[in-house]
């Protein structure tokens, strides 16, 4: 563990993409609840104005309603990026128009003639009920997927990690093509948390899982393994191969200083690689990953070993 004065103002900076996606996970699921919230706020100022005979608010009789509103103006910024290119957003965002806009005419409609028919009244409870229907159901979805990341590091967890492996196994039996898995566990994490605290240890963590996630192909996967430990998937790979790409990624974390606050840390780490088998149990192939991770902490660390069948 090497320590010095702060000199790379970049690493105060580093942020894991996994860490941004539970951020952009929970503004998500925070926004679809909202907008439910709204929607039934909006819903009441159109009552209000109908029954009590009141002019209707501008924000009722607006062009494009739709867009004065906080899901409106929140969508409209993010339309065609990501999540918001699906089909089901895509379908969200066009009732809650359609409900705003419909709800328009009839507010102007109700003030105008003092009368609204009554199957266009029934029509936008239509359009109330389908909106929030797929709102909730979109807002569950989106939680679920956030129940599945680590809080800290924002990465996936044990929890889908094992389906994710057995699926894996499933694809090398099928097509013949190889794929390893690899432990990653911090050097002396533990003198880390002693010396400096946890809040330190947390930093840590982080910046180092955005260095895994920024250091693999789209394609690979990382998973919270518990504690210090990390779990990558590797497709289309064999161990000579992981080898190469896992040491250039362990010499990437031992020339990044790490900003704790108050001075930088320098942090190595030990990783153990195995190649998936097609019907040995994926609980096997982990251990046979810690065995070669292992061995790598007693001849030093920082460094990768490939497990082999000497090692069992």
């Known amino acids: 563990m090497v320590m010095g004065q702060k000199d790379n103002p970049s690493t105060s900076t580093l942020k894991s993409d996994a860490v941004g996606s539970r951020l952009e996970l929970q503004e998500i699921v925070d926004h679809l609840e909202k907008a439910t919230e709204e929607t039934a706020e909006w819903l009441a100022q159109f009552h209000r104005s109908a029954v009590c005979k009141i ?26 990026i990501g999540v918001f290119e699906q089909d089901a957003f895509i379908s969200l965002a066009a ?16 003030w105008r003639d003092n009368k609204v028919p009554v199957e266009e009244y029934e029509a936008l ?56 898995i690899a432990l990653v566990d911090i050097d002396h994490f533990k003198a880390v948390n002693d010396s400096y605290g946890h809040l330190a240890g947390d930093r840590v963590l ?30 289309d790979t064999r161990p000579e191969g992981a080898k190469s790409i896992l040491e250039r990624i362990c010499k990437h974390i031992s020339n990044t200083p790490i900003d704790i606050g108050t001075e930088e840390l320098g ?3 030990s990783i153990g690689v195995a190649q998936i088998a097609p019907r040995r149990p ?10 070669a991770l292992y061995l790598g902490k007693g001849n030093g660390r920082n460094q990768v070993q490939i497990w082999t069948a000497d090692l069992a």
């Open 125 to 180: 409870l239509v359009k109330v009920s389908a909106f929030n229907d797929q709102a909730r159901r979109l807002a569950k979805a989106f939680r679920a997927a956030l129940s599945d990341l680590d809080p800290l590091t924002g990465i996936q967890t044990r929890n889908t990690m094992e389906g994710d492996l057995k699926r894996e196994q499933h694809r090398v039996v099928r097509t013949g093509q190889p794929c390893c």
């Open 55 to 80: 002019e209707p608010a501008s924000s009722l009789v607006a062009d494009d309603p739709h867009q004065d509103t906080e899901f409106g103006c929140w969508y409209e910024a993010n339309r065609g």
């Open 267 to 269: 942090i190595t780490v």
């Open 206 to 235: 982080a910046v180092l899982t955005g260095i895994l996630s920024n250091s693999l192909r789209p394609y690979d996967s990382i998973y919270r393994f518990g504690g210090e430990e990390f779990l990558l998937c590797l497709p």
């Open 282 to 291: 994926i609980s096997e192939i982990i251990a046979r990953a810690d065995k």
């Open 95 to 110: 009732i809650h128009q359609a409900l705003y806009s419909h709800a328009g005419i009839l507010a102007r409609r109700a």
